[in-house]
């Protein structure tokens, strides 16, 4: 199985500011990676898909970059509603999810 | 608009069955794999298992192998999950979500999802 290993599990930021997350692969897998957005009680959000592809209606200060094993989701001039969780995903083989990273007001 | 919407979760014993439904609407059901997904209390996000648009194929996480079957009725545009031989890990939300194929490829990303519908295990 690929596993997918987030950093950091919890970020602390304010608003205006730019933050990134990390997203690991145990393996390579090319540019399949997704990102998702959940805000509590609600269902995941899809961002980003082939690492950096922006998904429609998604704001432009959302961005992804990232091949191989190394992947990233920046968030430029984080919003009051970009306070959420957010996960990576593969889908080179099958699906698996990082555990995700909580972005939380400082 | 895509909507996915879940149904069927309840506390149950274990050892107990359950089944989950996804009603879908605003698309050609007939056209899309579909899947489930769970999330455990406090937890990530866990795959479960998938289906061919057809039927023909389907697939499961090792952790449900042999207790859960998924199927769907496209007469119907409704997506299901057998649980059999339930189990306290079994506790999650369970989504039902829309695999979509990046162009030309055999990969797939999950473009909508379902609110979910909590399944709790417990005696």
């Known amino acids: 199985d690929i596993q997918m290993t987030q950093s950091p599990s919890t970020l602390s930021a304010s608003v205006g500011d730019s933050v990134i997350i990390t997203c690991r692969a145990s393996?390579?897998?090319?540019?399949?990676l997704a990102w998702y957005q959940q805000k509590p009680g609600k269902a995941p959000k899809l961002l980003i898909h082939k690492a950096s592809t922006l998904e429609s209606g998604v704001p432009s200060r959302f961005s992804g970059s990232g091949s191989g094993t190394e992947f990233t989701l920046t968030i430029s001039s984080l919003q009051p509603d970009d306070f959420a969780t957010y996960y990576c995903q593969q889908y080179d083989r099958y699906w698996t999810f990082g555990q995700g990273t909580k972005v939380e007001i400082k | 608009e895509v909507q996915l919407l879940e149904s069927g979760g309840a506390l149950v014993q274990p050892g107990g069955s359950l089944r989950l439904s996804c009603a879908a609407s605003g698309f050609t059901f007939t056209n899309y794999a579909m899947l489930w997904v769970r999330q455990a209390p406090g937890r990530g996000l866990e795959w479960v298992s998938s289906?061919?648009?057809?039927?023909?194929?389907?697939y499961y996480a090792d952790s449900v192998k042999g207790r859960f079957t998924i199927s769907r009725d496209n007469s119907k545009n409704t997506l299901y999950l057998q649980m059999n031989s339930l189990r306290a890990e079994d506790t999650a939300i369970y989504y039902c979500a829309r695999p979509v194929p990046e162009t030309g490829t055999g990969k797939y990303y999950f473009d909508y999802w379902g609110q979910g519908t909590l399944v709790a295990v417990s005696s």
């Open positions: 289906i061919v648009a057809t039927s023909l194929n389907t």
């Open positions: 393996q390579s897998i090319s540019s399949w």
